[in-house]
């Protein structure tokens, strides 16, 4: 399975995953099966909050999902639109996320969990 995570450092498997998807500076795509890890930039990482479009960066590179610690509900509802799934996870690196893929224990993001504005917490993944 190919995702995509939203890191804060390009640092491959030991990327730190970002806590805001929209806004963060790089996204990672990793292929579950074989560890490869590609770094992008994330073009539209300034953008006002509410204001991205992820899934125009996202579906160019072909994944199956996305992985991160929460989402605002316009980028949920973008990404969804796309057919892409949304998983939540606490995981701390690219690595981590990786691996509970693997172990099947991620729970799909709904559109009910995902956050209404910065002031609001972010999926199941502690209030990040």
């Not at 998983?87 to 690196?93: F, M, N, P, W």
């Not at 172990?103 to 993944?125: N, V, W």
Request: hydrophobic share 40%.
């Amino acid at each position: 399975m190919k995702i995509c995570m939203p890191i804060a450092d390009n640092r491959g498997l030991d990327s730190p995953l970002h806590d805001h998807f929209g806004s963060s500076p790089y996204f990672a795509y990793a292929d579950t099966e074989s560890d490869v890890v590609e770094v992008a930039g994330n073009a539209g990482h300034h953008h006002g909050h509410g204001h991205c479009d992820p899934a125009a960066h996202v579906s160019t590179a072909r994944v199956d999902a996305v992985v991160c610690h929460g989402m605002g509900k316009r980028a949920f509802a973008s990404l969804r639109g796309a057919g892409l799934d949304v998983y939540v996870t606490a995981a701390g690196t690219v690595r981590d996320a990786i691996a509970e893929v693997r172990a099947g224990g991620l729970e799909a993001l709904s559109a009910d969990e995902a956050c209404g504005g910065h002031a609001t917490h972010h999926g199941r993944a502690g209030g990040r």
